[in-house]
C-alpha cells in the first residue's frame, strides 16, 4: 500500500496513453521545421497552454518548461536576483522552505546579498508581521511555499503578496506540492513566479515548470540554444511536457472531487491514529493539504517506522527525519516549528493518492499501531 505520495507520485495510465506517442512517432526536434518537428512543437505549446489553465495564467508564453521543480526553483531565484541586481540585493525566505530554495538563497549570500529567513508559528504558517519587517524595497526576491510538503501547511499566499508588493519587489511561490492538489491562480494570488511539478501531478518525472509573470525579468542560468524564450535552453523533452501538460488537465478536471476523497480518508486515518498512545498530528488541523498527515511518535525514530512498516506489512510512508536522506540532522522543518530534535525524529509522514481508499483504513492503523508498540518495547529494553 503506498502511502507516500509527497515523495514520488506514478504516472497516471491515461497521461502515459496520451504522452507515449511523443516517444514513437512525434518524437521530433521541436526546433526543426518539417513535419515531425513541427508536430513535436505542437505537443509543446499544447502542454504550454495546459499548464497555463490550471494555474490560470496570463497567456501560454508566460509558462517556461525545466526538467525539475528544483531547476525551476533556481531560475526564478537566483535568476531574478541576478538580472535585478540594480534594484536590490535582499533576499527573504520562510524558514520551511525547500531546500531547493534554501540553497539558492545561501548562494546568493555568499555572493554578496543578504538573506533574512521569516520564522513560522508551530503550525507552519508564516508569521505575517515579522514579514513586513523583513521585507524593504531592497527584497528583490521573497520566496514562500504555496504548501508544505512535510506538514501540509497551506500558507497565505494573498496576503502575503499584498505584503511583498507593498514593502519589496517579486514574489516567488513554490507549489510544488499545491498545484494540482487545490486551486492556484497566479493572477488573483499575486504572484510573480511559480515553480510546478509534473510528477507531483501524476505527470511524468524530467519536467517542470516555472511560471514568469509577464514583465518580470529573469537571467537564463543555462545558456545555449535559446529555447524557452531564452531561459531554458537544451532540447525538449517532449513525451515529458506533453505528459506533464495532460496530467495538468485532468488535475485541473479532477481536483474538486478528488480533494474532499482525500480529505475523508485522511480524517478516517487521523481519528484512529491519534488513539495510539503519545502520538501527535504536526502542522495544522485544518489549513492543510487534502489527504496529508504528519505524525510524531515519543519514543521511537522515524526513519525505523518507514523500515518496520514497509518490511513487515508491505506499506510504504515517509519521514520528517533527514536521517533518512543519510544525514545526522532532523528536518529543518519541524525544528523550524519548534520540536525538539528527540521529538523531529519521531516523524512519520503519510499522503495518500488517487489509488487508495478507505478500505485499506483499518489493515494500515493495525500495522502504525503494531510498529509502534514493537519499536517503544525494543527501545526500552
Known amino acids: 500500500m503506498y502511502l507516500d505520495h509527497t515523495s514520488a507520485v506514478p504516472v497516471d495510465e491515461r497521461v502515459v496513453g496520451f504522452a507515449s506517442r511523443y516517444l514513437i512517432h512525434d518524437f521530433g526536434n521541436p526546433s526543426s521545421l518539417h513535419s515531425v518537428g513541427l508536430e513535436a512543437k505542437r505537443g509543446l505549446e499544447d502542454a504550454r497552454g495546459k499548464v497555463k489553465e490550471l494555474i490560470n495564467a496570463e497567456s501560454p508564453a508566460t509558462i517556461i518548461f525545466t526538467g525539475s521543480a528544483t531547476e525551476s526553483n533556481n531560475l526564478a531565484i537566483r535568476g531574478t536576483a541576478l538580472r535585478n541586481k540594480k534594484a536590490g540585493t535582499k533576499v527573504v525566505s520562510s524558514a520551511i522552505e525547500h531546500i531547493s530554495v534554501l540553497n539558492p538563497m545561501k548562494e546568493l549570500q555568499k555572493r554578496g546579498y543578504t538573506y533574512d529567513v521569516v520564522p513560522v508559528s508551530a503550525e507552519g504558517f508564516v508569521d505575517i508581521d515579522v514579514l513586513a519587517e523583513t521585507v524593504t524595497r531592497d527584497t528583490v526576491v521573497t520566496s514562500i511555499n504555496y504548501a508544505n510538503d512535510e506538514i501540509g501547511t497551506i500558507e497565505r499566499i494573498r496576503e502575503i503578496s499584498r505584503i511583498v508588493h507593498e514593502n519589496g519587489q517579486y514574489l516567488h511561490v513554490n507549489a510544488t506540492a499545491a498545484a494540482g492538489r487545490i486551486p492556484v491562480d497566479v493572477q488573483k494570488d499575486g504572484i510573480d513566479l511559480l515553480t510546478l511539478s509534473s510528477n507531483d501531478m501524476y505527470g511524468p518525472r524530467g519536467a517542470a515548470a516555472l511560471y514568469v509573470r509577464e514583465g518580470v525579468k529573469v537571467q537564463t542560468l543555462l545558456p545555449g540554444g535559446g529555447q524557452e524564450r531564452g531561459l531554458r535552453s537544451g532540447t525538449e523533452n517532449i513525451f515529458a511536457i506533453a505528459g506533464m501538460g495532460e496530467a495538468a488537465a485532468i488535475a485541473g478536471q479532477e481536483m474538486a472531487s478528488e480533494g474532499p476523497r482525500l480529505r475523508k480518508i485522511a480524517d478516517a486515518y487521523l481519528r484512529e491514529i491519534l488513539t495510539i498512545e503519545d502520538a501527535h498530528l504536526t502542522g495544522p488541523p485544518a489549513g492543510r493539504l487534502p489527504g ?90
Open 292 to 381: 496529508h498527515l504528519s505524525f510524531r511518535f515519543d519514543r521511537i525514530e522515524g526513519e525505523s517506522i518507514l523500515l518496520n512498516l514497509d518490511t513487515a506489512f508491505g506499506i510504504q510512508v515517509t519521514t520528517g527525519s533527514a536521517c533518512s536522506s543519510r544525514t545526522l540532522e532532523p528536518s529543518h522543518v519541524l525544528l523550524a516549528i519548534g520540536l525538539k530534535h528527540e521529538e523531529a525524529h519521531g516523524s512519520m509522514i503519510m499522503m495518500p493518492g488517487r489509488s487508495n481508499t478507505l478500505e485499506e483504513i483499518p489493515y494500515v492503523v493495525d500495522a502504525v499501531r503494531k510498529t509502534v508498540e514493537r519499536l517503544r518495547l525494543i527501545t526500552a529494553m
